[in-house]
Every structure is written in structure tokens, then in C-alpha cells.
């Protein structure tokens, strides 16, 4: 099924990424920012790569960009996500809103999972729009990746996390676009809690090793 999907931070790396990722795959991509001008160079970005295919994406200025949408991705850093989040509430009520947000710290040692009051940066969207069908998900897959030239990230999976079934049935859908196959369904909304401090884990193994970790499930019915 198709949708229309407005990236919220649409002009960040991690927004751009899978915009790209979704608009390669037939779904109406809306990039948001806090300048219309900025997400029409970023829209513009995308349909330059993706050639002459049909894809159809545009920029807006976030408010906007929510306006025709039937998902909402929430890709902004988690700093500001509070008031970004509370100043588009009325836009985001009534919809399926996926927020991929991390909320990191960084300090000598490294990098580590905030305290955040509402648990996650999910439940913290989910408490500041009760309307909306807030759902986890994309926290681990690398933007340099979904940028790169691979079709799929197919070594990796993308977990989600929600209470709403339908809406978390729509990101498990939507991680086709990135990996080829769909996302896997970890749990409640509260996993978030787990989901996005796990990337301090990710980001940790890719400085020891100096490469771009991902996370695969195994043991998963037809994985063989
Ligand atoms: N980068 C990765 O590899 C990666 C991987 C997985 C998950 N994530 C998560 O995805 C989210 C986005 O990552 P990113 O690297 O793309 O972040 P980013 O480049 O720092 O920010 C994304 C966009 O958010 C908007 N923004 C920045 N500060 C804001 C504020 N205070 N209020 C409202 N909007 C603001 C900016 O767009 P405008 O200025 O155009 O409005 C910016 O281009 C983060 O929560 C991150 O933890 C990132």
C-alpha cells in the first residue's frame, strides 16, 4: 500500500535518507523543515537521484508538510524534539507519527541513552499528542547507509515498537523500502526505552571497529 509520508527533519541526514528510501519505492515523500526553502533543496536532492522514475517529493515547511500526509517520521535531533513535537500537535493529531529519534548524550567516555521523564523520545510524542498512533522504529539503520548505493540494507532489520497494531503494522511495511523485507515487531511503545539507547551500543561498536553496525534478529519464522 502506498502512503503519504512527511519527514519531519526531512533535511538531516537520517530524514533524507529514507525519504529517499521511500520515495524509490512509490510512496509520496513530503520533506519537512523549519524552512521551506531548505526542504525544497532537499526534495530536489532526492528526485535528481532518483532520476527520472516518477518519484514524487516535494519540500515544505513542517506544518505544512503534515497537512496532506497519512504518516508522519519524526527525524530531528532530540534536543528541541519537546517543543517541535508540542508546537505541531494539533497537525499531528489523527495520525500515524514514527519517530526514529535517538536521544543521546556524548561525553569523554563516549556516547550514552539520556534520562528522558516520559521513558523514550516515542513516549514523550505520545504523551504530548494522545491522538496520535505513535510507533518506534529506524533508530539503528545508518543515514550513510540508507544514502548509499546498496538496494537494500539487507543484513540489517529495522525493529518497531507501538501500541497501536495497525499503525505499527504500516512501519513493519515500510521497512521493506530500506531493507527488502519487513521490520520486526518488538514489542509495546515502552520498548522504545530499550530501542533508542541501544544505538549508544551501535555507535560504540562502530568506533572500536570503524565500521557502520547494524542490528539483525535471528530466529525469526522463515529466516532459516
Ligand atoms: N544520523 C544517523 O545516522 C541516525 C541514525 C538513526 C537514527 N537517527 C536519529 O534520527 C534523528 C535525526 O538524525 P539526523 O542525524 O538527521 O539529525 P540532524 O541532522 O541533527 O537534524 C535533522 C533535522 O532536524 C531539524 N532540526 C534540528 N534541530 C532542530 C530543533 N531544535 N527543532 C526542530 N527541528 C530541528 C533540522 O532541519 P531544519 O533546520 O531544516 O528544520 C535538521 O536538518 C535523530 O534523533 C537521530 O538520533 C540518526
Known sequence: MSHTIAVIGGTGPQGKGLAYRWARHGHVVVVGSRSSDRAEETATEIRERLGGNGADVTGAENATALASCDVVVLSVPYDGHYDLVAGLSSGLAGKTMISCVNPLGFDKRGPYGLQVAAGSAAEEAAELVPDARVVGGFHHVSAVSLWGDQDYLSDEDVLVCGDDRDAK????????????????????????????????????????????????????????
Do not use: F
Open 169 to 224: 503494522q504500516i512501519a513493519v511495511e515500510l521497512a521493506r523500502s530500506v531493507t527488502g523485507r519487513e521490520g520486526v515487531d518488538a514489542g509495546a511503545l515502552r520498548m522504545a526505552r530499550q530501542l533508542e539507547p541501544l544505538t549508544a551500543v551501535l555507535i560504540s561498536i562502530n568506533k572500536r571497529y570503524k565500521v557502520r553496525s547494524g542490528i539483525t534478529v535471528s530466529g525469526l519464522p522463515g529466516s532459516g
